[in-house]
């Protein structure tokens, strides 16, 4: 599996291009306050450590990467580190605490990063219901909108409306959009004239180019185990 995996991110990768390698710039104030949903995790007590982004699926759901999601959350009220939904600079729509993280049974099921199966969920301590959730789709466009927040922009939210698909698989897909260190968990979002559809998250990157893993069974039916309206 693994061995199919890596020939199939290295046949997607194409000649480097400058606009490729240049990292997502931040989206005006009034752009991203469009996408309350997209927000990232944030430890008080260790500020500068590194972080991943995640989506809102349901009101106390954060769909992120496998690695993000690694580890145990503490259910202590004291516990610190928290989703940050919608930051903008020093303003947030919502900041609840991870009180449990769940990942992909999977991942590094043979000891090693496995993009295929690189995604989990982020459980939170009390249901966000004044945003709407991002519904769930399959993608079926050449062209794809990937946001978050990374390292250069730790406080804005990052992106691009118009990530070319360079190839597609079962599991994994490879866009054209440059992804560095906190755009790990990142929604990949196709846009239609009914509104937004989460259909990957960024697993990592290769030469450039993000790797996303596609929303499939697993998340669908750990979305609905988990999902709870009430704290």
């Given amino acids: 599996m693994i061995l199919r995996i890596l020939l199939f991110i290295f046949a997607a990768l ?3 291009a400058e606009s ?3 990292p997502m710039l931040p989206l005006p104030e009034d752009k991203a306050a469009d996408w309350p949903a997209i927000g990232r995790v944030f430890d008080p007590k260790n500020p500068n450590r590194g972080f991943c982004s995640g989506a809102l699926v349901a009101p106390n759901l954060v769909l992120t990467a496998g690695h993000c999601a690694g580890g ?3 259910k202590d009220r004291d516990a610190q ?3 940050l939904a919608g930051a903008f600079n020093s303003t947030v729509f ?3 605490r991870i009180v449990e993280r769940i990942r992909h049974p999977d991942y590094r099921k043979s000891g090693q990063h496995s993009p295929e199966a690189d995604i989990g969920l982020w459980k939170l301590d009390s249901p966000i219901t004044d945003i ?3 519904p769930l789709g399959r993608p079926q466009q050449d062209t794809l909108a990937l946001l978050g927040y990374h390292r250069l922009a730790p406080y804005r939210l990052s992106g691009r409306t118009d990530c070319p698909v360079r190839k597609a698989a079962a599991d994994l ?3 054209g959009c440059r992804v560095i260190s906190g755009n790990s968990g990142s929604p990949v979002l196709q846009l239609g004239p009914d509104g937004a559809e989460l259909v990957g998250v960024v697993s990592s990157q290769s030469g450039g180019d993000a790797i996303a893993v596609s929303i499939g069974p697993w998340s669908r039916t750990n979305i609905a185990i988990h999902r709870s309206d009430a704290p």
């Fill in 94 to 96: 919502a900041s609840r």
């Fill in 81 to 83: 580190t928290v989703f």
């Fill in 173 to 175: 897909f490879v866009l």
């Fill in 20 to 22: 490729h390698l240049t």
């Fill in 132 to 134: 709407t959730p991002l």
């Fill in 72 to 74: 145990t959350a503490s």
């Fill in 14 to 16: 194409p000649v480097a």
